[in-house]
């Protein structure tokens, strides 16, 4: 049974930080690991798209890189900014079935302080 | 604009009284999920749908059904609600390929009391 787990479950830095989130899974047989941003009481907005043939993917300040074989991902934030404040997910995806059922982390809760 | 709409965004209700959430995405997606999402329990899936007409059980679909007569279309039933279905809802689609993304409407707060 595939298991994501996200690590911290909270973060808090100052603003200009660097820092990176992390997502491990135990079964390195996914097609795609994605990305999320949700901010309070809000829905889910996706940041990142990585295929499993990929090691990274870019977007501005963000970059998620994916070691399938370890089943680990992490997401690089860089020059935190307060408006970065919100919790973020990662979600593996198995195959086909059950249509393209997402498998969720607890998400890290991160705070960047001005 | 590409989206996933959901009706209502916030609902209270009482034991009991039948309820349906709608979804709606403009993206031709042929798949789409509900899920729930929950404190210390994160998001699961309640029921998918592969395209028209064809709909199957997700992780958590007790008390809960579905139905995708348009392709556009996926509204989730609650023929009698409980308390332990208070929860934040959201709908999901993409296209039936395991290389495209997953779009999430804005989620449905609903309370049982």
């Known amino acids: 049974k595939q298991e994501v787990t996200q690590i911290p479950a909270a973060l808090s830095v100052p603003e200009g930080e660097n820092l990176v989130l992390n997502c491990s899974f135990t079964?390195?047989?996914?097609?795609?690991l994605q990305w999320f941003r949700q901010d309070p009481g809000k829905g889910l907005t996706s940041l990142l798209l990585?295929?499993?043939?990929?090691r990274e993917q870019t977007s501005g300040r963000l970059n998620a890189s994916l070691d399938k074989s370890s089943g680990r991902s992490t997401l690089y934030i860089a020059a935190s900014q307060p408006g970065d404040s919100a919790t973020y997910l990662c979600?593996?995806?198995?195959?086909?079935?059950?249509?393209?059922?997402?498998?969720f982390g607890q998400g890290t809760e991160l705070s960047v302080k001005p | 604009e590409a989206q996933v709409t959901q009706n209502p965004r916030y609902l209270i209700t009482v034991t009991g009284k039948k309820l349906t959430v709608t979804c709606s995405q403009n993206?031709?997606?042929?798949?789409m999920s509900w899920y729930r999402q929950d404190p210390g329990l994160g998001l699961r899936q309640i029921y998918y749908?592969?395209?028209?007409?064809?709909?199957d059980k997700g992780d958590v679909p007790e008390g809960y059904k579905v139905s995708r007569k348009e392709k556009r279309n996926f509204p989730l039933i609650l023929e009698s609600p409980s308390p332990n279905q208070t929860s934040l809802y959201f709908c999901?689609?993409?296209?039936?390929?395991?290389?495209?993304?997953?779009?999430f409407g804005p989620g449905t707060r609903l309370t049982v009391t």
């Open positions: 990585i295929q499993s043939s990929q």
């Open positions: 749908s592969m395209n028209v007409e064809v709909t």
């Open positions: 079964d390195s047989a996914i097609y795609n």
């Open positions: 999901a689609s993409s296209f039936a390929d395991r290389d495209y993304e997953q779009y």
């Open positions: 993206m031709n997606h042929e798949y």
């Open positions: 979600a593996v995806k198995r195959g086909y079935n059950q249509g393209g059922k997402l498998i």
